[in-house]
Structure formats: C-alpha cells, structure tokens
C-alpha cells in the first residue's frame, strides 16, 4: 500500500514540475521583457584581453540610453569569477565559447538564471572572434537584461545578425 501512496506522490511530483516548467516556456516565449533585474547588474569580461573594451562601453550606453541600468563594467575583473563554472548571482559574464558550446552559424549565446520573475546572474558565449562585431554585444547584452527576440527587420534583438540594425522599439 505504502509504495502506491509513494508512487502516485512521485506522479504528482513529476506532473506538478513538467506542467510549471510548460507555463514557464509559454510565458518566456510569448513575453517580450518576461524577466527584469532587481538590482542593476555587474559585467564582467571573461572572454580575455581580445574583447574590445571600447565594444563594451558602446553597449552598455545603448542600453542606459533606453532606461536601463548596469551597476557598472570590469574589463579585467578577479579571476575567482572567471574561474567559476557556476553562474555568478549578480553579475553577466562575458565568456569565450569552446568549441561544443555552440551550435552551427551562432555567433553568440546568453544563458539567465531567474528566481521567480527576477534575474539574478547572466553568461554571455561568444564564439572566438565574434565578440567585437557591430551590434552582438548589444545584441546579447539584451538577453541578459532580460529581452527577447523580435523577427523584425532592423530590430536590435533580431534573432539573425544580418537583419539586426539599431533601432530598439517595444512590439
């Protein structure tokens, strides 16, 4: 009896997480801005000394030219962040890629943690040798502040770097 009563716990378990994880997918892809940071992040630049700073900086003030806020940018921070495999709470990394971490013609990927509906830390990949070009820093940047993409031409958050430009608007 005890181990019908444990398995039918274990399936509710199961369901309880898949059904959460489905609205949580649904919500993420259906949401322009679905996560926001509650304090204003730290950037740090793990990629090594061949990401430009000067990339960084244009960025960043693209995106506190729109109201958003970065707590502030290292280019050469400690290397107890750099070395950690765990996401850092409260800071986006920026990391060179290996060369399995990402898939065909990406260029660059962002992985957030989020806790509720909050963000609290960010890993930026970049393939070797696509962290300087025009607009992928602001680009990525935008994930981890919390944006998705928009399939419009010129869009900033433009899923395909040749349809990316610089205008940023609210869909």
């Known amino acids: 009896m005890n181990w019908r009563i444990g398995t039918i716990l274990l399936g509710c378990l199961v369901a309880g997480f898949a059904l959460g994880l489905g609205i949580k997918t649904v919500y993420e892809s259906s949401t322009f801005r679905p996560y926001e940071w509650?304090?204003?992040?730290?950037?740090?630049?793990?990629?090594?000394?061949?990401?430009?700073?000067?990339?960084?900086?244009?960025?960043?003030?693209?995106?506190?030219?729109?109201?958003?806020e970065i707590g502030f940018y290292e280019h050469n921070p400690p290397q107890s962040i750099c070395e950690s495999d765990d996401m850092v709470h409260g800071f986006i990394v920026l990391k060179k890629a290996k060369w399995w971490q990402l898939d065909g013609p990406t260029l660059a990927n962002t992985k957030r943690m989020t806790s509720g509906f909050r963000l609290v830390s960010a890993i930026i990949t970049y393939r070797p040798g696509a962290q300087n070009l025009a607009l992928l820093n602001e680009h990525e940047l935008g994930h981890a502040l919390g944006f998705a993409h928009v399939e419009e031409k010129g869009h900033i958050m433009h899923p395909i770097y040749g349809m990316m430009g610089e205008k940023f608007w609210v869909p």
């Open 38 to 68: 509650k304090n204003p992040p730290i950037i740090v630049n793990c990629y090594g000394d061949d990401f430009s700073e000067a990339q960084m900086v244009r960025a960043i003030s693209y995106w506190t030219i729109r109201g958003q």
